[in-house]
C-alpha cells in the first residue's frame, strides 16, 4: 500500500515554471517508470483495464517504450482484444526482431486463436532468443499439447523444468500431458511435486485422475479437489 501511495504522488507531481529544462526531463521519466511500475501492479491483481490507461499514456508520450508496449500487448490479449494486441507486438518486432517477450506473446495470442503452426514459430523463436526462460518452453510445450504431439510436449516441459523445477505449473502441465500418454505413475509423480510445491490449483484435480487411473480408489476418494 505504501508502494502504492509513493507511486501516486509522485506521478502528480508538476513541474514549476522557472524549473531547469534538466530537471523536467528526469522528473518526466520518473513519472513515465512510475506509471509502469503501476501498470505491472494492476496487471499482478488482475486488474487489467485500470493498467490501460496508464500504458495509452506511456506510448502516447514513447511510442518506442517497448516493455511498456508488450505489457499493453498482453492485457488486450488477456481482455480478449486479439487484434489489438497482435498489432501491439508486431509494433515491437518491427522496432526489435529479436524481442522474445512479444514472439511469445504472439504465440500464445496464436494457441487462443487455434493458429497452432504460427504459434509454434512464434514460440520456437522466442526460446531460441531467450533460451533461459522456462516459461518460454512451457509456452511451446503447452502449444504441442494442444495438438496432441505429447511426447514433443513433455519433451519442452522437461526443458522448462530443468531450468525452473519450482514451478508448480510445469509439473501440472508435465502431468496431464503423462495422463494422456497413459503413464500414469509418472503423471501422479509430476502431480504430486506440483502440490507440494503449490498445494492449490489444478494439480489437486489432475492427481485425482491419475490415482483414478491406477485404480487406487480410497487414495482418490481422500483426494477430491477443492472448490
Not at 488482475?46 to 495509452?56: G, H
Not at 499493453?72 to 529479436?98: I, N, S
Not at 512464434?122 to 512451457?138: E, G, I, Q, S
Amino acid at each position: 500500500m505504501k508502494r502504492l501511495l509513493l507511486i501516486l504522488s509522485l506521478l502528480s507531481l508538476t513541474v514549476a515554471c522557472g524549473s531547469a529544462q534538466k530537471q523536467h526531463r528526469n522528473i518526466k521519466k520518473a513519472g513515465e517508470q512510475l506509471r509502469f511500475e503501476l501498470a505491472q501492479m494492476y496487471v499482478e491483481k488482475d486488474a487489467k483495464q485500470q493498467a490501460i490507461p496508464l500504458l495509452r499514456r506511456i506510448l502516447a508520450e514513447k511510442p518506442d517504450n517497448l516493455p511498456a508496449r508488450i505489457l499493453y500487448g498482453q492485457v488486450l490479449r488477456d481482455l480478449g482484444l486479439y487484434a489489438q494486441a497482435k498489432a501491439q507486438f508486431e509494433k515491437v518486432l518491427e522496432r526489435q526482431p529479436r524481442a522474445a517477450e512479444a514472439h511469445a506473446g504472439l504465440g500464445i495470442l496464436h494457441d487462443l486463436q487455434r493458429n497452432f503452426d504460427d504459434a509454434k514459430t512464434h514460440h520456437h523463436k522466442a526460446v531460441a532468443l531467450a533460451p533461459n526462460r522456462a516459461d518460454f518452453y512451457n509456452n511451446l510445450g503447452f502449444s504441442y499439447f494442444l495438438t496432441k504431439q505429447y511426447k514433443d510436449a513433455i519433451r519442452h516441459y522437461q526443458q522448462a523444468l530443468a531450468l525452473d523445477p519450482g514451478d508448480a505449473i510445469g509439473w501440472s502441465n508435465r502431468g496431464n500431458t503423462l495422463l494422456n500418454l497413459d503413464r500414469f505413475e509418472d503423471a501422479l509423480e509430476s502431480f504430486e511435486k506440483a502440490i507440494a510445491i503449490e498445494p492449490v490449483g489444478p494439480q489437486l484435480r489432475g492427481r485425482q485422475s491419475a490415482l483414478a487411473a491406477l485404480s487406487r480408489v480410497d487414495e482418490c476418494n481422500a483426494a477430491r479437489p477443492v472448490g
